[in-house]
């Protein structure tokens, strides 16, 4: 008995079963899983224009960077009016890659400011790394890394991804004491995520 397979078109696939004996061909039609996705190459990605979710800057609806920035996002945080708008970056020069899910495909920290539009650092409302994943051939969001230490400057703290493992994720934490400058925080810590259950928790 031979079998043979061939395509077609994209929606199934067509198997043979050859009986040399009995002289006897038969032929039964298969679907092809439409629903299968391949993963993207998140070290292809351009970062510097991407769509990213809103809620570190606490934007109602997701974020179109270009060129790195996205200016005036509407967003919730008051100061020195209310809903003041959100001017965002992003830091590609510190995009970091590693596989922390396990599955042997590298997921992508991306570092992420807020600011109120055009203020100074004194203006600056968030710093967070969003960690995204792009097993389901667009990219996922698995989590936003902020800062555990007490804010005690006028600019938020800053976290720095060194470490993606299956065991975790650790981060420098850049934080400010009292009587810190702006410039200049001097603290500084690791702290540690750990992926569970489909997300991103502090360990």
Known sequence: MNRSARRTG??????????????????????????RTDPIDLRAVDWLNVEIPGGLCRSRKGIRLHDGTAVNVPSEFDGPEPNMPQDVSVRTDQVFYGDVTGDDRDEAALPVLCANHDSTAAGQRAMGVLVFDGSAQRLSLLGILTSRKPR???????????????DGIN?????????????CPSGEATESWVYRKGRLVAR
Not at 10 to 35: H, K, N, Q, Y
Not at 171 to 183: A, G, Q
């Open 171 to 183: 981060v420098k934490d850049s934080y400010y004491r009292v009587n810190d400058f702006n410039c």
């Open 152 to 166: 005690l400057g006028e600019p938020p703290n800053f976290l720095k991804v060194e470490r993606m493992k299956p």
């Open 10 to 35: 994209m929606s199934a696939l067509l198997v043979c079963v050859v009986l040399a004996a009995a002289g006897i061909v038969a032929c039964r039609m298969f679907p092809r899983d439409e629903t």
